[in-house]
């Protein structure tokens, strides 16, 4: 299996783990006509996190984007000896692993939620493992939208692409799950294949559309990659209209060569689409690197870096700042570009972009949509350059004045042999944290606490980890008016 790769290449194994469970108040039609559903968990990578464990308690679906998790038309999945805890980051280079296979009725499907335990789930940094903290907005699943249609007596799957680098964040020692997941029906996918002469570990591929990361692996240890599942190339021109080839540019990083950018790339249905091999890898120059710091307030947006090559924008890393400090950090190359077009005859000859060398962009997009876009441009080089989105050029509301949430928090009683930690606050919206602040402790006592620069909107103000210790009080509801204003009294207690 893509054995002009390389002998041996790892292939693409699918972990047959089927079971089925309805449930929920799902119809099914009588035996011989119904559909089946399998859905797939899979893994968009690159990053500085070795392993991330999700503890996957099962998946349901139904015909309504609009349906709540209490409503009846539900179809559940539940994978063999659920919970099962996956290494999302074992799931690279078009691996992927079975949640599982339901019986479905024959129609249109529009919501897919996924289901995580509250406990059992981790990320490994640096050899050292610390727990994953899934937010109380998503006890009910995280919801994802994606049209699929089930046809009698047929198979659908569906991919359930999480995107582990964007959906850990860190709050100063601690992480916290920010989900993003995107799903992909596998009968109109296929694959982009290559490899790189560069066989360490730091080399990130990514395929984007119009500047925008659609999937994104690390090359393994032979260089070689494998970008799987993409949408082919019919149905991009309908998810991108602007895109009219219906092609992706495949966007080649690390942390010591330049970039490489290869544009015009297809995919056909089931297809692998070959860009380079062992035999003619890509070849990624050796750069020297320049550091970029900053911080960014409110908490909501990341912070994304963009490189123009040949006059074409390209999305090089992105990242979401520290809850606690703010803070964020990019090393970037300093040398010079290159790009190519692709063509069906290898190698392809690429050529370097002198003018844009270490000229970068870094703006601030938030999923939410709450704050209005920031953008900054710099030149990188051996000499540190900060970036700030803070004080004076911290993230404007959209529309409306920003809003502030004051209160407290008791600290009743400490566990036994307890020296010092850090309760996070969050101030979240439809699960997800939009501004958080940190409080350290070592004493029993009453600490205050301000989650300021909040988008006019409603809000579930949260103590999401607190060291050893777990909150009493329920979660606050909060809404901060278009005229913005000060909501104070908001208080918490915690204890072991």
Known sequence: MRDFLKTGLIGVFLLSLLVSCGGGGSSVTPSGQTGQLSVLLTDSSGCDIDQVFVNVRKVRVHKSADAEDVDDGWTTIIPPNAPVKI???????????????????PGHYT??????????????????????????????????????DIEPGKIEEIFLDFDPC?????????????PVIRAIVKSISGAIVGAVDQLSANVTVKAEINGHVFKQTTTMPDGTFVLSPLPNSDEIKIEFPSDTTGTYDVVIVSDSTSTVVTTGVPVATGGDTVISTTTYPIHLPTSAIGVLTGHMDPTSADARVSQMINGNSYQIDRKSPDLIDRSFQF???????????????????????NADAANYTVDTPNDSGLYKVSSKSVTVSSTPIDVEFTGPDKLEPVSGTAGTVSGSVTVSSLPSGFSSGTIVLSAEMNGQNVNSTGIPFSTIGTFSYTLDDLAPGTYTIAVVSADGLTTFSQNIQVTIPSIGGTFSGNNFTVAP
């Open 111 to 148: 919501q897919i939620r996924l289901y995580l335990e509250k406990t059992g789930n981790s990320v490994v940094v640096d050899g050292q493992t610390s727990p994953l903290k899934v937010p109380s907005g998503f006890q009910s699943g995280i919801k994802i939208i994606h049209d699929f």
């Open 331 to 353: 090393l970037l190359s300093t040398g010079s570009p290159l790009f190519g077009a692709f063509s069906m005859t290898l190698p392809l000859t690429y050529q370097a972009d």
């Open 87 to 105: 290494d999302l980051l074992s799931l690279q280079n078009g691996l992927f692993e079975s949640l599982g296979l339901a019986p479905l009725a």
């Open 166 to 178: 964007r959906s850990v964040v860190k709050a100063h020692d601690k992480y916290i799950l920010k």
